[in-house]
């Protein structure tokens, strides 16, 4: 069974800085695309940040300049930096990927989430 785990998040104040990590475990032959999404109380879910499988990104409007997402694929790993934070990046942050494994075509995976909390 493959998995999605997040890491990273946390409490920081405004101008901080944050480093997600998304590590996928099991029979996994290859994460094709992966992106970053947030959900804030009262908002609706946002793709944060969208990696391809040749590595091009694409960001949301709110978060480009800001944020970057990147990929290590030797390690099934897929990261999001997060600088000049702000109190309006405050969400619960899921990973999501388009894997294939040694059984399975390729289908998405989410993680369980981590929380950033930007606050003075």
């Known amino acids: 069974q493959v998995q999605l785990v997040e890491s990273g998040g946390g409490l920081v104040q405004p101008g901080g800085s944050l480093r997600l990590s998304c590590v996928a475990s099991?029979?996994?032959?290859?994460?094709?695309?992966a992106a970053w999404y947030r959900q804030a109380p009262e908002k609706e879910r946002e793709r944060v940040a969208f990696?391809?499988?040749?590595?091009?990104?694409k960001y949301a409007d709110s978060t480009k300049g800001r944020f970057t997402i990147s990929r290590d694929n030797d390690k099934n790993t897929v990261y999001l930096q997060m600088n000049t934070l702000k109190p309006e990046d405050t969400a619960v942050y899921y990973c999501?990927?388009?894997?294939?494994?040694?059984?399975?075509?390729?289908?998405?995976?989410w993680g369980r989430g981590t929380q950033v909390t930007v606050s003075s």
């Open positions: 999501n990927a388009d894997i294939s494994t040694g059984y399975m075509h390729r289908r998405d995976y």
């Open positions: 990696i391809g499988s040749d590595g091009s990104t």
């Open positions: 099991g029979n996994i032959l290859r994460i094709y695309t």
